[in-house]
């Protein structure tokens, strides 16, 4: 599925205080998200907090407001934060990786061209799911089908129709791996429970992992950023 990205430039755009002098400039805060700007540390992550968004940058702005360049992006983090009501996304068409950082986002998209710009995508998170699967044992909840392996288990479901979790058609699905620090996600159910399943060789037969299902909306908002110019 492909996105209706749509660009917006939150930043050294119409700017009429171009004669502005760096020592005229004070260093805030901008929420990644919503763009809230605000002077103290403390008041951007009780931002985070409250409105459910996951990161902020620092940024050099003018006395009246206007955010003149980043100084560091994704500067302060809120983890409790990710992926519950909006999420980082690559704003490449098809791409779609999920990320913590809005940084580590805006670094991803320009590997996959040098001249891309610097951005990063944001999309609305419909539904975060979380759900228990077992480790060891490849069976089907809706009807008992089992088998050896998850490939196969991954075929039947596609081929039935029949899933662990809802399927919502309208978003776009992405399956994530809690353990890793990174929250890696894949594109397919199986290769989630496959790779996680890797972080627990020792398990027995009746344990379980916990899988983070993602229904995302498929419209991306891209944030273009400038770097200091000095
Ligand atoms: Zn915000
Ligand atoms: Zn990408
Ligand atoms: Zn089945
Ligand atoms: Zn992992």
Excluded: W
């Amino acid at each position: 599925m492909e996105g209706n990205n749509q660009t917006v430039t939150l930043r050294n755009e119409a700017d009429s205080e171009n004669g502005a002098n760096p020592t005229d400039l004070n260093v805030m805060f901008q929420c990644d998200f919503c763009q809230f700007l605000c002077e103290e540390e403390c008041e951007m992550l009780s931002h985070l907090k409250q409105d459910v968004h996951s990161s902020a940058s620092s940024v050099y702005a003018t006395s009246k407001g206007k955010v003149r360049c980043v100084i560091e992006l994704s500067f302060l983090q809120c983890p409790d934060a990710f992926f519950k009501k909006v999420a980082i996304v690559c704003p490449k068409i098809g791409c779609f990786k999920l990320f913590t950082s809005a940084r580590y986002c805006a670094n991803h998209f320009a590997n996959h061209r040098p001249e891309n710009v610097n951005a990063y995508g944001l999309v609305d998170v419909e539904v975060t799911e979380n759900i228990l699967y077992p480790v060891k044992i490849n069976v089907c909840d809706e009807c008992g089908y089992e088998t050896n392996t998850m490939p196969q288990l991954g075929r039947h479901y596609y081929v039935s129709g029949h899933q662990p979790y809802a399927l919502r058609p309208e978003c776009v699905m992405r399956y994530i791996c809690a353990y890793c620090s990174t929250y890696c996600d894949f594109h397919k159910f199986n290769r989630a429970v496959i790779h996680i399943r890797e972080h627990f060789k020792k398990a027995g037969p009746g344990d379980t992992v916990k899988v983070m299902i993602l229904s995302l909306s498929e419209d991306i908002k891209i944030i273009k950023f400038q770097p200091y110019e000095s």
